[in-house]
């Protein structure tokens, strides 16, 4: 059965002083922290039920691999090895289509640690990170990896969001992404809530951005370079709010958690730890650039790179909205496509495959998780609720899919 129940604690957080001496406009001085939690019953995903989920015309869902345990985060290699992570058990399991039939006949584990999540491939090596270590090893020729080295073993402490990801940026650097320990407070280590960029050599380790309270899904524009990421929304504000941001990133920024969330609000529990009032701080903080229905959870983002989907479809985002427990009715358990537009800026997110929400919302069947685009074009999605990695093709015609051109985008300005 799903399970519900809702919550409501009604609290004034700050003093009763006049509102310049709490920095905080009088509007915002009565605060009530309110929420519901839903879960849907969840449904083995059985082959009826993937042939029942939604994707535009031309596009084909199948299951690349099942009986999984938990996959989480997904790597893939050019040759079109697949790499996953399960964060409970701490391993990393190779997938290989040897058959060439889109679907996964070898899998073997690979690596075991404590908390292994993020992953992340380049020249050669695959780069796991786990709650407080990074790790590196060598990819054989046949798959398997070679001794894990440690890079480093002091990344910041556990907390609410401590689940690390990796993703390797044009510049040839590793970006290592550190949520937040809490929903909403001060932190005391600065490595918490940010981007951090780390040379390969595991030297040059700094903050590329802060106030980022969980932005587990990230990738750079293929045609402008510019760094985009999905940010999480505070809980307890109710079933609307925060909603979910996209950012662009961009070096030393900061995009206001837990003082200023969505597109400029003011959370009255966290005066900015600067000293600055909040719109002396708002103005030092980068808005998002699209906001999404709030307690979606959104946990990937990938750029389309290559030539496989329609043409519509170029330097085009998708993100996996792994599903709400926060809210009355739920929210996300699908993919959205983002669009953007010749200049290399969001203009809106649209429905890309749905269906895993069943039963009038009462039960689910996929929580849709880590996405990766394959060399062949077709997306990758890990399921860790089912144990089940779905693959998503195109099935019209085309020639050899082909990198996309950068040429054809322009940064904006």
Not at 142 to 171: C, I, S, V
Not at 228 to 248: K, P, S, Y
């Amino acid at each position: 059965m799903p399970h519900y129940f809702s919550l409501l604690l009604a609290a004034t957080l700050l003093p009763a002083l006049p509102a310049a001496a709490q920095n905080v406009p009088p509007e915002a001085t009565p605060f009530r922290m309110t929420g519901n939690i839903y879960l849907p019953k969840k449904l083995p995903a059985t082959p009826e039920r993937v042939a029942s989920l939604k994707a535009p015309p031309g596009f084909v869902i199948s299951q690349y691999a099942t009986g999984l345990d938990m996959p989480r985060m997904l790597a893939v290699a050019p040759g079109g090895d697949v790499y996953v992570s399960n964060r409970v058990k701490g391993t990393v399991t190779l997938l290989r289509d040897a058959n060439r039939d889109g679907k996964a006949e070898v899998v073997q584990q690979v690596a075991q640690k404590p908390h292994l999540h993020g992953l992340a491939l380049k020249d050669g090596k695959l780069y796991m990170a786990a709650i407080r270590e990074l790790y590196v090893a060598d990819v054989k020729a046949d798959g398997t990896l070679g001794e894990l080295k440690t890079l480093y073993t002091d990344l910041p402490d556990a907390g609410q969001h401590a689940n690390r990801t990796l993703r390797f940026g044009p510049d040839g650097q590793l970006y290592l992404s550190v949520g937040s320990t809490c929903n909403a407070c001060d932190e005391d280590n600065p490595e918490n809530a940010t981007l951090l960029r780390i040379k390969t050599d595991g030297s040059g380790r700094a903050v590329y951005a802060r106030g980022l309270r969980n932005t587990i899904g990230f990738d750079w524009h293929p045609g402008t370079g510019q760094l985009f990421g999905m940010d999480h929304g505070i809980d307890w504000l109710g079933d609307e709010a925060q909603m979910e941001e996209l950012n662009q990133i961009k070096e030393n920024a900061h995009y206001g958690w837990p003082s200023i969330i969505a597109d400029g609000q003011l959370y009255p529990a966290n005066k900015p730890k600067s000293g600055d009032s909040y719109q002396q701080f708002d103005a030092k903080c980068v808005r998002p650039a699209l906001l999404y229905k709030a307690h979606s959870a959104p946990l990937a983002l990938t750029f389309n790179r290559v030539q496989l989907f329609p043409p519509a479809y170029e330097n085009d985002a998708f993100v996996t909205m792994h599903g709400s427990w926060n809210r009355a009715q739920p929210a996300g358990y699908k993919i959205v496509r983002v669009h953007f537009n010749d200049r290399g800026q969001p203009e809106r997110f649209e429905d890309f495959v749905t269906g895993w929400l069943v039963e009038g919302d009462k039960a689910e069947f996929g929580r849709p998780c880590a996405l990766v685009q394959a060399p062949d074009g077709s997306l990758l999605v890990s399921d860790d609720d089912n144990g089940v990695i779905y693959r998503i093709s195109y099935n019209a015609p085309r020639q050899a899919p082909v990198p996309v051109q950068k040429a054809k985008v322009k940064a904006k300005g």
